[in-house]
Nanobody
Framework: QVQLVESGGGLVQAGGSLRLSCAAS????????MGWYRQAPGKQRELLAT???????VYVDSVKGRFTISTDNDDNTMYLRMNSLKPEDTAVYYC?????????????WGQGTQVTVSA
């Protein structure tokens, strides 16, 4: 059973920075897409940033210019650099790696890491 292991969350003051990491617990076939999501209390999970095959980076407007997704395709690791954090960024952050088609389609999720931004 493959798991995505996340790290890097924590408590930070507004204006601060954090970097989240996400890595597969076992070797996997290269994903077609990687993405970061978050879910705040009482809200639906929302997509923040995605990349397809390590290219075509797309960000939701609320994080554009502040968050940066990056990948290490050699070992299927992904990162989310978060700058200029705001209290409204407080949420549980999840990573996702997805592969479509054959061989080995999959849709893996991280366990979630808490990010808390204090005013």
């Amino acid at each position: 059973q493959v798991q995505l292991v996340e790290s890097g969350g924590g408590l930070v003051q507004a204006g601060g920075s954090l970097r989240l990491s996400c890595a597969a617990s076992k070797p996997i076939l290269s994903p077609n897409s990687m993405g970061w999501y978050r879910q705040a209390p009482g809200k639906q999970r929302e997509l923040l940033a995605t990349t397809a095959n390590g290219e075509n980076f797309v960000y939701v407007d609320s994080v554009k210019g502040r968050f940066t997704i990056s990948t290490d395709n050699d070992d299927n690791t992904m990162y989310l650099r978060m700058n200029s954090l705001k209290p409204e960024d407080t949420a549980v952050y999840y990573c996702n790696m997805r592969r479509v088609g054959y061989p080995g389609p999959y849709d893996y999720w991280g366990q979630g890491t808490q990010v808390t931004v204090s005013a």
